[in-house]
């Protein structure tokens, strides 16, 4: 119950160990070309590019980043926590000129701050974090992209702990890039990048006037191959992780089975069955209640319980996070609650927690 990797399918890990094709043969060009086509599903994105390529979800980061930034754009990152801070450190070795829009910690940036941000200068892009790994939080992504459109900049959205489990339409939310990895809520093994760009998004990249900076995460290599996989011909840039697509043609195919919405709808009830009986428990979530994600719960420890209670909780059978945040790294921990997970993981998890705190109260009573 970590926010990633996550827990995996039985029939998702079965296609790890299926023999590995060569990635130029008609029945894995096919596999490929299913799941690109698929993937926009996911996405809801009925136009976008899709892109998916070996490496983790930070990959796919560096991946929006230096494919839309120029030496000296403008660009505005929501910071909400860790993984802001990471696109910062990103998109500084691009070049780009960075302006952060901060907040308190377990809150997101009001809309209005944002607003007054954006229209201070020329900027070409914003990045929110969909959900926040460190704190929980979830952003408003439809509000935030509204205010980008209004003001023509491109958004790009880090879907790594959203996408797949919270709610996310790419289309009818107007996001430019959008970005994930494969271990987190799309529930397939670590190990690729994957990114969806809108029309408008691939416009814009094609104006570009200077080189991509990186070789490896160029688009002018990627986007033929992509394209060559899915009208089923054969090319070559880089060799695909094979078995992994398999799984993920399979973890896709499932999550269309059961409908997004209702996976969405699943991801809803269990996080609020779990976050109601945490707050029983007298356990506050990091995030504030109103802005907190769907796929995760980050909780603040009791008075008189430190870390140590993670061992405990992992002696009941279930296994959390630690703290990521550096500024509260020890006074919290965090559960994931996406992909397959079910109302029965949740009741475990539950009972995990609540033996743990009990064998520490009679502890502390001896
Ligand atoms: C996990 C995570 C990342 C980084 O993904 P890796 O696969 O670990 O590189 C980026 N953004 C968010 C929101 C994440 O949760």
Redesign the pocket.
Known sequence: MI??PIKFDKDVLREMSKPTLGHLDPAFVEIFSETLKNLRKVFFCKKGQPFIVSG????A?EMAACNFVEGGDHVLVVNTGC?SD?FVSIFERYGANITQVKCALGDTPSLSDIEKEIVKREYKLVTI?????STGVLCDIKAISEIAKKHGILTIV?G???IGGEEFYQDRWDVDISLT?S??PIGVP?GLAILMVSKMGMEIFRKRKTRVKNYYCDFNNWLPIMESYENKEQKYFATPSVNLIYALQQSIKKMLKEGMKSRFKRHKIISDLFKKSMSELKLKTVSKPEKSAHTMTALYYPEGVDKSILVKIRGNGVVVAGGLHPAIKDRYFRVGHMGIVNKKDIFITISAIKKALLSIENQKLS
């Open positions: 926010p990633g983790s979800g930070t990959l980061m993984f990471r974090t969909h959900v926040d790994t880090d790594v702990c959203s990895t271990q987190k670590p």
